[in-house]
């Protein structure tokens, strides 16, 4: 039988043939479910709204399974001390093995939360906390690389999206395919782009240094210098997040009435003077949860990160994420998924006081008060 990279046919078919029944048993049995649940509804609690309720249930089961119970089990590891010297403590097989009060306590995620900002010895504090192994790698210096990470891919994502936008929203020819190719990267799976572009981004063979050599520059260590390596990321995150930024603002543009901006330029205004008094405040409702979501996602952003530099070279494109993922998923022998558990929620903590700060001073809910 041919194989190809390890698999052959016979072997697909083998596989198939014991995923199909699986996925036909649980679609029956969703189907079942749902007939089962309606008349329920319908006959038994008599609901007027036995259909809307049933087809929501799926959604809510989701939510439930894939969100909130997530949420609490995350909080709930980070009163605990589970790391790779206790994990088995936490296998049900390990019941009455080790005592209840040495995994869960008040005085874990006490302990927990200060490990995160600081390092303690013999009861005092010493210093800010090493997240990771070097010594620049403390609280305050990741926190001050995330927020300048999120800042400058956020910025160029407005800038770039909205100038691509106001183009795109222009009588131009073949205007359907620019804004396809613009729409690729973002229709791309993240983690292939970040293995691409770490490929681009090779000192020897890499695109990037090919044309800089071809412009007369010199070639640049691109993944393997501190500076040069965090502009890499940026940069492919910017590509990234642009295309988001021109679909939802082009929708905008296109929603705006031309009548504004004729009888703005009838008195007199200016392109300039249009796009600050017309285009930007009606673009608001859309402007305010679109850099609310850009920053909350740019903020979170591991898998670039980590698929492209690993977090190196010296741990100097490292960000909040990536350091709780380390934390988290590192080794076996530094894997601490009770101080991660605490740490995500200090990262939770700070992104919701961003959201409430930035929606309530931007006036992102100023439309629904006034309703």
């Known amino acids: 039988m041919q194989e190809f990279s390890g698999l052959s046919v016979q072997g697909v078919l083998n596989t198939l043939g014991l995923i199909i029944p699986v996925v036909i048993v649980v679609i029956i049995g969703a189907v079942a479910l749902q007939f089962g649940l309606f008349n329920f509804l319908a006959?038994?609690?008599?609901?007027?709204?036995a259909l809307p309720y049933t087809l929501l249930a799926p959604a809510a089961i989701a939510i439930l399974l894939f969100m909130i119970y997530p949420l609490i089990f995350n909080v709930l590891l980070a009163f605990s001390n589970l790391k790779a010297s206790t994990f088995s403590c936490y296998s049900p097989i390990?019941?009455?093995?080790?005592?209840?009060?040495?995994l869960y306590g008040f005085d874990y995620f006490q302990k927990n939360?200060?490990?995160?900002?600081?390092?303690?010895r013999d009861g005092e504090i010493v210093g800010w906390g090493r997240l990771l192994r070097t010594a620049?790698?403390?609280f305050p210096i990741l926190l001050g690389r995330t927020f300048l990470w999120t800042a400058i891919n956020v910025v160029f994502h407005f800038a770039l999206g909205l100038g691509l936008a106001l183009i795109m929203n222009q009588k131009l020819r073949f205007k359907n395919i620019y804004r396809a190719l613009i729409v690729v990267p973002w229709a791309i799976p993240g983690i292939i782009v970040a293995l691409t572009w770490k490929q681009e981004f090779h000192a020897q063979y890499g695109f990037v240094n090919e044309m800089i050599q071809a412009f007369g520059g010199q070639p640049i260590s691109w993944l393997d210098n501190p500076i040069p390596a965090f502009a890499a990321v940026v940069f492919v995150n910017i590509w990234l997040g642009v295309p988001f930024y021109m679909v939802m603002l082009l929708g905008g543009l296109q929603s705006i009435s031309a009548d504004y901006y004729e009888a703005a330029q009838m008195d007199g205004a200016n392109a300039w003077e249009r796009f600050k008094a017309i285009t930007i405040p009606l673009l608001r409702p859309i402007l305010i949860p679109a850099i609310t979501l850009d920053v909350i996602w740019t903020f979170n952003k591991a898998d670039l990160i980590v698929a492209m530099t690993g977090g190196g070279p010296q741990e100097s494109t490292n960000i909040l994420v990536t350091a709780l993922y380390n934390a988290a998923f590192g080794t076996s022998a530094t894997s601490e998924l009770g101080f991660a558990s605490a740490f995500s929620i200090v990262?939770?903590?700070i992104l919701f006081i961003f959201a409430i700060v930035w929606i309530t001073t931007s006036g992102g809910l100023k439309e629904i008060y006034d309703r």
């Open 43 to 49: 006959r038994v609690v008599r609901t007027s709204h």
């Open 94 to 102: 390990a019941v009455g093995q080790c005592q209840l009060d040495h």
């Open 113 to 120: 939360i200060t490990d995160v900002f600081f390092r303690v």
């Open 136 to 138: 620049d790698s403390t």
């Open 347 to 349: 990262v939770f903590v």
